[in-house]
């Protein structure tokens, strides 16, 4: 089993910044990849990025290249999500899942319990 805690939400104006954290504990191990997603309110839950447990391979939901960054450190079992440029439509429960397999943004197996990220116009 894999564990994932998410950290770092909160309220920002736009055009303003965060840093998402995703603390993994367990059988890390196992990890192929992690990646972030993030639901919002009536909305499906959507694919926002995604990199390699052991790095590289970074792939980015297109709205959010430019402005997001995925990054890792293995030494802290600690995967960041870097909000830049924050818009009122990026306003989501932002989750970190990680998955055991090479797909890249679907089929990940652990989910944290999710950040809110509201963005104030």
């Known amino acids: 089993q894999v564990q994932l805690v998410e950290s770092g939400g909160g309220l920002v104006q736009a055009g303003g910044s965060l840093r998402l954290s995703c603390a993994a504990s367990g059988r890390t191990f196992n990890i192929y990849r992690t990646g972030w997603f993030r639901q919002a309110p009536w909305k499906e839950r959507e694919f926002v990025a995604s990199i390699r447990w052991s790095g590289g391979n970074i792939v980015y939901k297109d709205s959010v290249k430019g402005r997001f960054t995925i990054s890792r450190d293995n030494a802290k079992n600690t995967v960041y999500l870097q909000l830049n440029s924050l818009k009122p439509e990026d306003t989501a429960v932002y989750y970190c899942?990680?998955?055991?397999?090479?797909?890249?943004?679907?089929?990940?197996?652990?989910w944290g319990q999710g950040t809110q990220v509201t963005v104030s116009s």
């Open positions: 899942a990680a998955s055991l397999t090479t797909a890249i943004s679907r089929d990940y197996q652990y």
